[in-house]
């Protein structure tokens, strides 16, 4: 026969007795807690509300807190601490309603229970006979603030840095206020950490369950704000100042600054992106999952507690703490022991020691039910707090639910790295966008370069943000890296004119945004690197080298991680890399100099890593769908109309000059077929530049600018001059096209 549990003996620490107790204490509390509303009742409520008159709710709440101490195992009820603060605060209550009474009412039982009652009194007239009137209250007044900093959490030297600093326009003081019961506390940068984060949990606290941290639960307040942030633009009051300082204008060599063309530019509003889809997440399947960790790993002789799970967009992270003793190399060689014990989804576990920032070791696994990363979340994000970028980049959500924004100005540049299929591209376009919702065309240029015939970037087209229609010819590459560098060089002449040392400084120095950003963007360089490797790689390292000072940066891609793609020339000069899933651990060292790539997700799941993070971050992506991308590029084409868009004309003679050079275009004697119907437009019109050839004849934009040359050539039209549009210099086509026909006779 199976022998029979013995049961529990029944003492003063069982089970059975704290539950009794606990009840009692509750009944006890909610009696006196709902005494000066009922006080008229009974005797009972009519005594209670004599000797603690309305102070008798907060004692109430102490015993009721008390209670669940007994009654709940939650950790959020076991907090001393806030219990000494509870009756510190009730004690206070008492002391200060009976503070206000005269010495009648003070005689007077009615006057009691609507005061601190017979206790208040008693309190009142111990501290008054001692300290007088003027310190009593003052005395009260510090325990107050003792009491709030203990059932709070927030530091004393908290309160007393919010005493003294006044609150600034938009500043946001953090404190524990919604932590009034938790175990958790709130630091300076809003974010949560366990309370005592050494590396052995005593003894007592091992049967403790695992807090839960919720994905989005820090993002709250954002959902909150239901009116959207505005982005402020230049005026035309402010972007054109009325003189420039003598000092700034002595120079005879100097430019003369482009001035800002869109003054009254509007960003796209953040109704165009589409809504996030949120998961409900099931607690009791994560700590099911802690369990099953901290059996495996007792089984394999490592005792583990995990204490805390973070519930990311896509992954669970484990916080274990360990004794003193074990090696993280045994809990890292158990990467796929784990994976087997979880019946992990895409058997993917990754081992993080430690955690930075704590003493515990990390283990992340697949989320089953995943809540990916929306653009629109992102925006509002980074539209509450826009100032602080240059160039901001939307990355993410980190494995707590985080924003993560980067500022590409001090990155300075970025590398994109995965394999097929893993979210480049949406990484890509999302970083596009988020460029494109928060900064003006004056503000920042694109150069893109898309080998896939533009499949991924002709969308961009038309946009007033490009310098130059999305180039798809790899042979034309080389050339636009070139006219970047030259670029680049004049951009330091005129910083070193002006005696300034970056492109902020200069346009602070100018009063209005005179010298925009340019961003390249390489959509895949193992195609680039293939055509012509070692003149791209020279160019892209000097760029890399010289460009963060003249707002010059590269966002570089590529599908294949491999030396000769990512050589170790360009890896030196671009600190930041975004890591997407790859096969195997050597890919993984070539992005990151570290492996941890070969165990992501996928669909966006990265490391990021730059030279401000030792360690690489696990960030979920953001997901910019197609329809995102297309309603954020058609709100920017409907602010301007053809004529607005201007491209750079330099540019694109540095790309046809380029390749006629080796062979792709036309020689220079031969003069394009349509240089006649070009040449009526121009005269008619009074008007000539490539962009405005290229709207009327409806061509191509490298043929409109070769035509330009030759109209130029011909003299029929001015050099050109800054912004400004070329002049006219002829007023009919016969003398030009008289004057070839007797050059022609003539040489005949």
Same mark, same amino acid.
């Given at each position: 026969?199976?022998?029979?549990?013995?049961?529990?003996?029944?003492?003063?620490?069982?089970?059975?007795?704290?539950?009794?107790?606990?009840?009692?204490?509750?009944?006890?509390?909610?009696?006196?807690?709902?005494?000066?509303?009922?006080?008229?009742?009974?005797?009972?409520?009519?005594?209670?509300?004599?000797?603690?008159?309305?102070?008798?709710?907060?004692?109430?709440?102490?015993?009721?807190?008390?209670?669940?101490?007994?009654?709940?195992?939650?950790?959020?009820?076991?907090?001393?601490?806030?219990?000494?603060?509870?009756?510190?605060?009730?004690?206070?209550?008492?002391?200060?309603?009976?503070?206000?009474?005269?010495?009648?009412?003070?005689?007077?039982?009615?006057?009691?229970?609507?005061?601190?009652?017979?206790?208040?009194?008693?309190?009142?007239?111990?501290? /008054?006979?001692?300290?007088?009137?003027?310190?009593?209250?003052?005395?009260?007044?510090?325990?107050?603030?003792?009491?709030?900093?203990?059932?709070?959490?927030?530091?004393?030297? &908290?309160?007393?840095?919010?005493?003294?600093?006044?609150?600034?326009?938009?500043?946001?003081?953090?404190?524990?206020?919604?932590?009034?019961?938790?175990?958790?506390?709130?630091?300076?940068?809003?974010?949560?950490?366990?309370?005592?984060?050494?590396?052995?949990?005593?003894?007592?606290?091992?049967?403790?369950?695992? $807090?839960?941290?919720?994905?989005?639960?820090?993002?709250?307040?954002?959902?909150?704000?239901? &009116?959207?942030?505005?982005?402020?633009?230049?005026?035309?009051?402010?972007?054109?100042?009325?003189?420039?300082?003598?000092?700034?204008?002595?120079?005879?060599?100097?430019?003369?600054?482009?001035?800002?063309?869109?003054? /009254?530019?509007?960003?796209?509003?953040?109704?165009?992106?589409?809504?996030? $889809?949120?998961?409900?997440?099931?607690?009791?399947?994560?700590?099911?999952?802690?369990?099953?960790?901290?059996?495996?790993?007792?089984?394999?002789?490592?005792?583990?507690?995990?204490?805390?799970?973070?519930?990311?967009?896509?992954?669970?992270?484990?916080?274990?703490?360990?004794?003193?003793?074990?090696?993280?190399?045994?809990?890292?060689?158990?990467?796929?022991?784990?994976?087997?014990?979880?019946?992990?989804?895409?058997?993917?576990?990754?081992?993080?020691?430690?955690?930075?920032?704590?003493?515990?070791?990390?283990?992340?696994?697949?989320?089953?039910?995943?809540?990916?990363?929306?653009?629109?979340?992102?925006?509002?994000?980074?539209?509450?707090?826009?100032?602080?970028?240059?160039?901001?980049?939307?990355?993410?959500?980190?494995?707590?639910?985080?924003?993560?924004?980067?500022?590409?100005?001090?990155?300075?540049?970025?590398?994109?790295?995965?394999?097929?299929?893993?979210?480049?591209?949406?990484?890509?376009?999302?970083?596009?966008?988020?460029?494109?919702?928060?900064?003006?065309?004056?503000?920042?240029?694109?150069?893109?370069?898309?080998?896939?015939?533009?499949?991924?970037?002709?969308?961009?087209?038309?946009?007033?943000?490009?310098?130059?229609?999305?180039?798809?010819?790899?042979?034309?590459?080389?050339?636009?890296?070139?006219?970047?560098?030259?670029?680049?060089?004049?951009?330091?002449?005129?910083?070193? #004119?002006?005696?300034?040392?970056?492109?902020?400084?200069?346009?602070?120095?100018?009063?209005?945004?005179?010298?925009?950003?340019?961003?390249?963007?390489?959509?895949?360089?193992?195609?680039?690197?293939?055509?012509?490797?070692?003149?791209?790689?020279?160019?892209?390292?000097?760029?890399? &080298?010289?460009?963060?000072?003249?707002?010059?940066?590269?966002?570089?891609?590529?599908?294949?991680?491999?030396?000769?793609?990512?050589?170790?020339?360009?890896?030196? /000069?671009?600190?930041?890399?975004?890591?997407?899933?790859?096969?195997?651990?050597?890919?993984?060292?070539?992005?990151?100099?570290?492996?941890?790539?070969?165990?992501?997700?996928?669909?966006?799941?990265?490391?990021?890593?730059?030279?401000?993070?030792?360690?690489?971050?696990?960030?979920?992506?953001?997901?910019?769908?197609?329809?995102?991308?297309?309603?954020?590029?058609?709100?920017?084409?409907?602010?301007?109309?053809?004529?607005?868009?201007?491209?750079?004309?330099?540019?694109? &003679?540095?790309?046809?000059?380029?390749?006629?050079?080796?062979?792709?275009?036309?020689?220079?004697?031969?003069?394009?077929?349509?240089?006649?119907?070009?040449?009526?437009?121009?005269?008619?019109?009074?008007?000539?530049?490539?962009?405005?050839?290229?709207?009327?004849?409806?061509?191509?934009?490298?043929?409109?600018?070769?035509?330009?040359?030759?109209?130029?050539?011909?003299?029929?039209?001015?050099?050109?001059?800054?912004?400004?549009?070329? #002049?006219?210099?002829?007023?009919?086509?016969?003398?030009?096209?008289?004057?070839?026909?007797?050059?022609?006779?003539?040489?005949?």
């Amino acid at each position: 026969m199976p022998r029979r549990k013995k049961k529990e003996p029944i003492t003063i620490k069982s089970s059975e007795i704290k539950i009794l107790v606990g009840i009692a204490l509750f009944l006890l509390g909610l009696t006196i807690g709902l005494s000066p509303f009922i006080h008229q009742q009974s005797a009972l409520f009519d005594t209670i509300t004599l000797q603690l008159g309305y102070s008798a709710i907060s004692w109430g709440i102490l015993l009721i807190y008390i209670s669940f101490f007994l009654l709940t195992k939650s950790k959020r009820f076991k907090s001393v601490r806030q219990v000494g603060g509870l009756l510190l605060f009730s004690a206070c209550l008492s002391t200060l309603l009976s503070f206000w009474q005269t010495a009648d009412q003070l005689n007077s039982s009615d006057a009691l229970r609507g005061a601190g009652g017979e206790l208040g009194k008693m309190f009142h007239l111990a501290l /008054n006979s001692t300290f007088g009137n003027l310190l009593e209250i003052i005395i009260v007044l510090v325990f107050l603030v003792i009491a709030f900093s203990l059932i709070t959490g927030t530091t004393l030297e &908290q309160i007393l840095e919010f005493v003294e600093t006044p609150i600034k326009d938009g500043e946001k003081k953090k404190f524990s206020f919604s932590n009034l019961f938790g175990g958790f506390k709130i630091d300076s940068d809003g974010e949560r950490n366990i309370d005592g984060t050494q590396m052995n949990i005593p003894n007592s606290d091992m049967d403790k369950e695992p $807090e839960i941290r919720m994905y989005g639960e820090d993002n709250k307040k954002d959902e909150e704000i239901d &009116q959207e942030p505005q982005i402020k633009t230049p005026s035309q009051d402010d972007v054109f100042p009325e003189s420039i300082p003598d000092s700034q204008t002595s120079t005879k060599d100097l430019a003369e600054p482009q001035r800002p063309r869109f003054t /009254n530019w509007i960003f796209p509003n953040i109704d165009v992106l589409q809504e996030g $889809e949120v998961q409900k997440q099931d607690e009791k399947l994560y700590r099911a999952k802690a369990t099953v960790i901290e059996t495996t790993l007792k089984n394999f002789g490592i005792p583990a507690k995990v204490v805390e799970i973070a519930v990311g967009p896509t992954v669970l992270r484990f916080s274990l703490a360990i004794t003193v003793g074990i090696k993280v190399s045994r809990i890292k060689n158990l990467s796929n022991d784990l994976a087997l014990a979880l019946a992990s989804q895409s058997s993917c576990v990754r081992v993080e020691a430690p955690i930075p920032g704590t003493s515990f070791v990390g283990v992340e696994i697949p989320n089953p039910t995943p809540n990916y990363v929306y653009t629109r979340d992102m925006i509002k994000k980074l539209r509450q707090e826009a100032e602080k970028y240059e160039l901001p980049l939307i990355l993410g959500k980190d494995i707590t639910g985080k924003t993560t924004i980067r500022d590409l100005n001090k990155i300075p540049h970025l590398l994109v790295a995965g394999a097929t299929g893993t979210g480049k591209s949406v990484a890509i376009n999302s970083l596009i966008t988020g460029l494109l919702m928060t900064k003006t065309p004056d503000e920042v240029k694109f150069i893109m370069i898309d080998p896939k015939m533009g499949v991924e970037m002709a969308a961009y087209n038309g946009i007033p943000h490009l310098l130059n229609p999305v180039i798809t010819d790899m042979e034309l590459v080389v050339n636009a890296l070139q006219w970047t560098i030259d670029e680049m060089m004049r951009r330091y002449r005129q910083l070193k #004119q002006m005696h300034v040392k970056k492109l902020t400084e200069y346009n602070k120095a100018l009063g209005y945004t005179a010298m925009p950003y340019i961003v390249v963007v390489i959509d895949e360089m193992a195609d680039l690197m293939l055509t012509s490797g070692v003149d791209v790689e020279a160019k892209i390292q000097r760029l890399a &080298q010289m460009g963060r000072a003249v707002g010059v940066h590269l966002i570089l891609a590529t599908q294949r991680p491999t030396v000769n793609v990512i050589t170790g020339l360009i890896k030196a /000069n671009v600190p930041g890399r975004m890591a997407f899933a790859v096969a195997t651990a050597m890919d993984s060292r070539v992005i990151l100099d570290d492996t941890g790539a070969e165990t992501l997700l996928g669909n966006g799941d990265m490391l990021f890593k730059d030279q401000s993070t030792p360690k690489s971050i696990r960030i979920q992506g953001t997901y910019t769908s197609t329809e995102d991308s297309e309603n954020v590029i058609n709100a920017v084409k409907d602010q301007v109309t053809e004529e607005d868009i201007e491209y750079s004309e330099d540019l694109a &003679q540095a790309i046809e000059k380029g390749s006629s050079a080796t062979g792709v275009g036309k020689g220079t004697s031969e003069r394009d077929p349509d240089f006649p119907i070009a040449l009526e437009i121009v005269i008619n019109n009074q008007k000539a530049s490539s962009s405005f050839l290229q709207r009327k004849m409806k061509i191509g934009y490298n043929k409109a600018a070769r035509i330009i040359d030759e109209l130029y050539d011909a003299g029929a039209i001015g050099p050109q001059d800054g912004s400004k549009p070329r #002049q006219v210099l002829v007023s009919s086509a016969s003398q030009i096209l008289k004057t070839d026909d007797n050059s022609d006779g003539f040489d005949e």
